[in-house]
Every structure is written in structure tokens, then in C-alpha cells.
């Protein structure tokens, strides 16, 4: 009988006990996502001790839910998921941004945006809360919900250098085919904020045949190439809705500034904070210098909701009423509106003029920046508008 011989059984290897830190954590910088992070951080006690050295964050809310009904009863029974309506107005309702799907101690994302004015009014109070739903991993049907701030959660990231918050859509409610988009950048108050919008966008029907043309990038309408605002501007109601756009777009962006404050105080080691929305509706932006800004010197909160103060303003609107894209995308009404602090002096924004142009220009992607290369070319208005 042949002799049978057996093989010493060879130990596990984790191949993953082979990479160094620096490897993994350049795989949990890629990762980014809040959500992922939390699942990877109980893996094993080393990934464990890692993640909170992570140094790019990604924040992103999944859904949006509706509440009415701001009593405590309401906060504690279980989230229910729900499409966001944009034509709600967001500042006479009570906003829940949930995060689903997430381990402990990450379960759940709340943003409370709980107003107590309506918008004529130019308030809005908002809050962010983190949720647990601490009946969700052991299948029990109570829906128990703890809250937690979103400072008490990042405060486990040590090193956070980019942090990008992203909401499920943007907070002001506008009619289909409508474009709104804006960006502002902050340090303890208002710096910059530039504002696109048009009453309708549609694809022009004779690109095809206008090629030529159309890669010129050509406004085109009845008797505007001039680039002054018609009459009918000021008599049908245009004029109004570009003032509502501005107020709704600062109130947005100064609301969502406040929320951010006590993050930024927690983590001195930020160079970057993006607070957006995945309909690419508005953009907060704030770098290293203006986030130290926001720590030495204190914002200065609206006496009527929270959200910081809209200082004085300085603006320059340009209008058409007819810009087609080289892309073929038509603009109706297209508008576009930079605005800056007043106590800048005048003289002071003439002197910047090249260096302003070049700061609008580029708010916005493509093909919104082209549409904002070409406004500029157009006439400019001046207004100016109070504190608020």
C-alpha cells in the first residue's frame, strides 16, 4: 500500500496585515463617504484606529422627509423616506435630510430646516441633527430614534482637511424648466455670491442647422443685442422675480452657512468646506483662510431666525432675453447677478474689474459658465440692497 503523506496546513494570512497605514489610509482618503467609513470602522480594531485619521470626508443625504409636525412624538417614531417636492416652499416647512443604511454610530443624517417665518419674510431656522434608529439592527419593530449632532459624529475624524457636504436637492422651490443656481463663498460673513437663472431652458430646434452660428455663441432676440433690459421687463412682473430669486438664493446660502459653524470650530485642521445639493443648486464654498476668519471673528446671527446676517449689498445684474449656448441649450430670461458686500468702496470694485469678471465667469460648470462668460458681455445694472 502506497504510503500517504499530508501536508503541514499552511495559517491564514490577512494580506490586508501587509500594507502599511499610509496605503490604507490613501484607500479610506479614495473612499471619502461618510457612510463607507463608518461600515469599515468595525472591521477590525486597526481600521478601527484609522478611519477617524481620514482627511477627505464626503457627507451625502440620501433622502428627504417631510414633517409638519415639529413635536417631539414626531422626531422619535420611525423615518419615513419620501421624494422631496420642489415646488414646496422651503421656508414654511419642517425639513428632515435622513442618511439610511448606516452602521452605528452613523445610522441616520438629519438637517432640520425648521423655519418660523414664512419666506416674504426672508427668515428661515434651521438645525442639523444626526439620527440613530437603535431598533434597526436587532430587526425590532419599536423604530426608536436617538439624535446626535453632526459636530458629535465628525468629531471622531481627527485630521479632517476637505469636507464636502452634500443635501438631496436644493432648498428653494421652483416651477419645472425654471433654472436657479448659485454659489456663495463665506468667511465670518457674506464674501461673494453669483446667481444664474433663466424662466425657461430648452434646446434651441434650429441648432442643427445653425451650427455655425451657435458655436459663436450669439444672443440672439428682437432688437436686444445691444444688451439693454427691454420695458416689458420692469411691467410684466420679470424685474419682481429676479429680486425673489436673489433673496431666496442668499437666504439659502446664510442658512446653510450657520448650520456649518459649529463644525468648522471643531476641526481646526480644515482647508476646505463644500456644503452643496445633488441638484447642483447652490454651492457654499469656503477655504482655509475664510474658515479661520469664521473662528476669530464670530458671525453675526439674523435677529429673527438662525442664519447668518446678510450684510449690505452691492450688485450687478446682466440680462437676456434670449442667450443660445453653443451646445444648442437656450436660456428665456437669462439672468445673472454678482453681488458683494457693500463697505466695499466703489472705486475699489472698479479697480477689480478684470479680476470680478474672472471671479463670475467661473462660478458656475458647463455649460452655465459659457452662459455666464456671455452675460457679461452684455450691459451691466447696478442695485444695491440693505442688510437683512
Request: hydrophobic residues 40%; negative net charge.
Amino acid at each position: 500500500m502506497s504510503d500517504l503523506t499530508f501536508s503541514e496546513p499552511q495559517s491564514h494570512i490577512d494580506h490586508f496585515d501587509r500594507l502599511p497605514d499610509s496605503i490604507l489610509l490613501l484607500i479610506f482618503n479614495r473612499i471619502g463617504d461618510v457612510k463607507a467609513l463608518g461600515r469599515c470602522c468595525v472591521v477590525s480594531r486597526r481600521f478601527h484606529s484609522l478611519v477617524p485619521q481620514v482627511d477627505n470626508v464626503v457627507v451625502r443625504v440620501d433622502c428627504v422627509i417631510s414633517d409638519d409636525d415639529s413635536s417631539s412624538s414626531s422626531l422619535s417614531s420611525p423615518a419615513i423616506c419620501s421624494s422631496s417636492d420642489k415646488s414646496r416652499n422651503p421656508f414654511s416647512n419642517l425639513f428632515r435630510f435622513v442618511f439610511g443604511g448606516i452602521v452605528k454610530p452613523l445610522q441616520l443624517f438629519t438637517q432640520l430646516l425648521n423655519p418660523k417665518r414664512p419666506a416674504s419674510s426672508s427668515s428661515a431656522s434651521s438645525a442639523l441633527l444626526l439620527s440613530e434608529d437603535s431598533d434597526a439592527e436587532h430587526g425590532g419593530g419599536g423604530g426608536g430614534v436617538t439624535h446626535h449632532s453632526p459636530t458629535q459624529v465628525l468629531k471622531n475624524f481627527n485630521e479632517i482637511r476637505f469636507l464636502r457636504i452634500e443635501l438631496p436637492s436644493g432648498e428653494l422651490g421652483i416651477e419645472d424648466g425654471v433654472l436657479l443656481k448659485w454659489r456663495a463663498d463665506f468667511g465670518s460673513t457674506l464674501d461673494d455670491c453669483v446667481i444664474l437663472g433663466a424662466s425657461a431652458v430648452f434646446r434651441s430646434p434650429a441648432y442643427a442647422a445653425a451650427a455655425d452660428a451657435a458655436a459663436c455663441g450669439t444672443v440672439t432676440g428682437t432688437g436686444e443685442d445691444n444688451g439693454s433690459i427691454p420695458d416689458s421687463f420692469y411691467t410684466n412682473g420679470g424685474l419682481k422675480l429676479r429680486v425673489v430669486w436673489t433673496i431666496s438664493s442668499l437666504i439659502a446660502a446664510s442658512a446653510r452657512h450657520y448650520l456649518l459653524q459649529p463644525i468648522i470650530s471643531e476641526h481646526k485642521t480644515l482647508d476646505n468646506l463644500v456644503l452643496t445639493d445633488a441638484d447642483g443648486q447652490g454651492v457654499l464654498c469656503m477655504n482655509r483662510e475664510q474658515l479661520e476668519e469664521l473662528r476669530v471673528k464670530p458671525l453675526s446671527a439674523s435677529s429673527a431666525s438662525k442664519r447668518t446676517q446678510v450684510p449690505a449689498l452691492n450688485m450687478r445684474l446682466w440680462y437676456a432675453p434670449h442667450l443660445e449656448l453653443p451646445d444648442g441649450m437656450v436660456l428665456k430670461g437669462a439672468t445673472l447677478v454678482a453681488i458683494r458686500p457693500s463697505d466695499q468702496s466703489v472705486p475699489a470694485m472698479s479697480k477689480k474689474e478684470v479680476s470680478d469678471v474672472s471671479w463670475v465667469s467661473t462660478a458656475f460648470e458647463e455649460p452655465y459658465g459659457t452662459a455666464a462668460k456671455m452675460l457679461i458681455k452684455r450691459r451691466t445694472y447696478c442695485l444695491e440692497m440693505n442688510s437683512f
